[in-house]
């Protein structure tokens, strides 16, 4: 059976998606932005359901000296919940710097503050930030590089 990957970037407000297979792609999906959690757990379920998903990749929120912070409490809880919901292998894996990154990657500057809230409201940041996660995720096991 083929490996497929589902990247989630935790947030309280936000859920970055992102997607790939055993050739070693990570590509954003859109973020579930419901307003209640139970709307967003709904998301992910449709798309682990969708793309068949194997295993989930977590962003775990640890601090540049690769300390606990306080958010890893949060991120705990939720993989526990993903967990129970969906019985698939999770595997959390730092997140530092994959905003940055995503920022770094991403699409438009906003030129206005409702331009940024638009952004914000999205949840594509989010999502280009799981993508970011799930890829170095894929590149730090060699998945995809074997590729004839």
Do not use: W
């Amino acid at each position: 059976m083929a490996k497929v990957f589902l990247g989630i970037d935790y947030g309280s407000k936000r859920i970055g998606l992102s997607h790939a297979d055993e050739l070693g792609f990570a590509f954003a999906l859109p973020a579930a932005t419901a307003p209640e959690l139970a709307e967003r757990f709904n998301q992910i379920a449709h798309e682990i359901s969708r793309l068949h998903v194997t295993q989930i990749v977590l962003g775990y929120p640890l601090s540049v000296e690769g300390e606990r912070t306080k958010r890893c409490d949060e991120v705990d809880a939720f993989a526990l919940e993903l967990a129970r919901r969906f019985q698939l292998p999770i595997e959390k894996i730092d997140e530092a710097l994959t905003s940055l990154a995503a920022d770094e990657m991403g699409g438009r500057k906003p030129r206005s503050s409702k331009e940024r809230q638009d952004q914000a409201r999205s949840g594509e940041r989010d999502s280009r930030a799981a993508a970011v996660l799930l890829q170095d995720y894929l590149n730090s096991r060699g998945i995809g590089t074997n590729l004839a």
